[in-house]
């Protein structure tokens, strides 16, 4: 699917419901404003309307069966499982999606969509489970699954093109007695880039999780997130010359080390995020594993990606759901 399909479906998917939407405000202020909570309530509050949401999701341009394609079916009741008129095959509402198999009503997932899509650092799974009524380890499963949508949904996004700012870091802190700086242990590498317009102002954000910032793992990294003739601007650091490698023009900067680097022109957009992705994480998770950092940093550059769509940031998810394959436990818990 082309990207201009693709998005074009995307707001097929969830564009009956902006005519739901109160009051008379358009435009950025309107976006960005985001949807309180009483309006979601309005929206979402009852299990038949979180149901029609899906529907609508999954099926906008009509139901058709998976198995003959014929678009003539009847509802079981009772039971949100749908039956194909001609050859008798059975479609569940939730089937095939992030809530295959759930137990716990939409209403409920939906709250959390809510929650996690409209909090911009995210919410820890403990405050997550008090906001939903659930025990802490029921949250932290919805929380990642709901991640993986976003995961899915980011890796399906035209790479960054452009000027882009490029940036190593790292997640964890430093451990008394312990090594500082690079290859510290407990700490997680991870690459920042930013796409800037001309005017060096920030469109999109990747978050990716590195072994190393080695040249060989930085080829592979370019190749797969950066357009060949980007122009890739980047500190001084030796493994940043591998962006060659996926055709992108480089553009190295030292800029030493100290607080006085994070304050260079060049790269206010990646400091800036860096600066936010860390605050966030700290304040909210206080510590984030390893094997699940790709979800946590996936999950922010998904918000920042989309800052300016707060209002159909819970439609948006909810579309993702429906349209990523079911997560077990088993591959969520393995990161």
Same mark, same amino acid.
């Given at each position: 699917?082309?990207?201009?399909?693709?998005? /074009?479906?995307?707001? /097929?998917?969830?564009?009956?419901?902006?005519?739901?939407?109160?009051?008379?405000?358009?435009?950025?202020?309107?976006?960005?404003?985001?949807?309180?909570?009483?309006?979601?309530?309005?929206?979402?509050?009852?299990?038949?309307?979180?149901?029609?949401?899906?529907?609508?999701?999954?099926?906008?341009?009509?139901?058709?069966?998976?198995?003959?394609?014929?678009?003539?079916?009847?509802?079981?009741?009772?039971?949100?499982?749908?039956?194909?008129?001609?050859?008798?095959?059975?479609?569940?509402?939730?089937?095939?999606?992030?809530?295959?198999?759930?137990?716990?009503?939409?209403?409920?997932?939906?709250?959390?969509?809510?929650?996690?899509?409209?909090?911009?650092?995210?919410?820890?799974?403990?405050?997550?489970?008090?906001?939903?009524?659930?025990?802490?380890?029921?949250?932290?499963?919805?929380?990642?699954?709901?991640?993986?949508?976003?995961?899915?949904?980011?890796?399906?996004?035209?790479?960054?093109?452009?000027?882009?700012?490029?940036?190593?870091?790292?997640?964890?802190?430093?451990?008394?007695?312990?090594?500082?700086?690079?290859?510290?242990?407990?700490?997680?590498?991870?690459?920042?880039?930013?796409?800037?317009?001309?005017?060096?102002?920030?469109?999109?954000?990747?978050?990716?999780?590195?072994?190393?910032?080695?040249?060989?793992?930085?080829?592979?990294?370019?190749?797969?997130?950066?357009?060949?003739?980007?122009?890739?601007?980047?500190?001084?650091?030796?493994?940043?010359?591998?962006?060659?490698?996926?055709?992108?023009?480089?553009?190295?900067?030292?800029?030493?080390?100290?607080?006085?680097?994070?304050?260079?022109?060049?790269?206010?957009?990646?400091?800036?995020?860096?600066?936010?992705?860390?605050?966030?994480?700290?304040?909210?998770?206080?510590?984030?594993? /390893?094997?699940?950092?790709?979800?946590?940093?996936?999950?922010?550059?998904?918000?920042?990606?989309?800052?300016?769509?707060?209002?159909?940031?819970?439609?948006?998810?909810?579309? /993702?759901?429906?349209?990523?394959?079911?997560?077990?436990?088993?591959?969520?818990?393995?990161?």
């Amino acid at each position: 699917v082309t990207p201009i399909r693709h998005r /074009a479906s995307i707001q /097929a998917g969830f564009g009956w419901l902006r005519s739901m939407r109160m009051g008379t405000e358009s435009g950025l202020r309107q976006r960005v404003r985001g949807l309180s909570e009483a309006g979601f309530r309005q929206r979402y509050g009852t299990e038949a309307q979180c149901r029609a949401a899906l529907f609508q999701l999954r099926w906008g341009k009509g139901w058709a069966c998976p198995g003959c394609a014929h678009g003539g079916h009847a509802e079981l009741k009772g039971r949100a499982v749908y039956q194909c008129n001609r050859c008798k095959r059975q479609v569940g509402l939730t089937a095939g999606t992030v809530f295959h198999w759930t137990k716990l009503p939409l209403t409920t997932w939906f709250l959390a969509i809510y929650h996690l899509s409209q909090s911009k650092g995210g919410m820890s799974s403990v405050e997550l489970a008090r906001r939903l009524g659930t025990r802490q380890p029921t949250a932290w499963l919805i929380k990642h699954k709901l991640m993986a949508a976003m995961e899915q949904r980011e890796a399906e996004k035209p790479k960054l093109a452009g000027r882009v700012e490029v940036d190593d870091a790292y997640l964890g802190g430093r451990r008394a007695g312990g090594k500082r700086g690079r290859g510290a242990a407990g700490k997680t590498p991870f690459v920042a880039a930013v796409e800037t317009t001309a005017e060096r102002k920030p469109r999109r954000l990747k978050l990716t999780v590195v072994k190393g910032f080695r040249k060989k793992e930085i080829a592979t990294l370019a190749k797969r997130d950066l357009a060949a003739g980007s122009n890739v601007v980047t500190d001084g650091l030796s493994c940043w010359a591998a962006v060659g490698e996926a055709g992108c023009g480089h553009f190295p900067m030292v800029t030493g080390a100290g607080p006085g680097a994070a304050k260079w022109v060049p790269f206010t957009w990646v400091n800036t995020a860096l600066g936010n992705i860390k605050t966030a994480l700290a304040g909210t998770y206080h510590h984030v594993s /390893a094997k699940h950092a790709q979800r946590y940093l996936t999950s922010f550059a998904w918000r920042f990606n989309r800052r300016f769509q707060l209002d159909t940031l819970t439609e948006r998810l909810a579309y /993702a759901c429906a349209r990523t394959a079911p997560h077990s436990y088993r591959v969520i818990t393995a990161g």
